[in-house]
């Protein structure tokens, strides 16, 4: 496997394959390095209670939440 980095200075590119990879299926990538840092960021993550927050009232939440507690109870 070779991996190397590259600041291409016009959008033509001359790329020289090695004789052992003759004859194979290789797999030739292009991407911006700043585009994967900027991805690889970890989402941050959000709690159940703050995704699902008032989609219930008070009273249905303890309603299942009761309904829960049996539920795991039996």
Known sequence: MIKTSAVPLNSS??????????GKKIE????????????TTLPTKTKLSEKY??????EQGENLDSHISKMRGE
Request: proline letters at 4%; hydrophobic letters at 40%; a negative charge.
């Open 53 to 58: 927050r008032g989609i219930l009232s008070k």
């Open 28 to 39: 030739i990538i292009i991407y911006a390095l700043d585009e994967v840092e900027e991805q």
């Open 13 to 22: 590119y001359n790329l020289t394959i090695p004789n052992n990879y003759i």
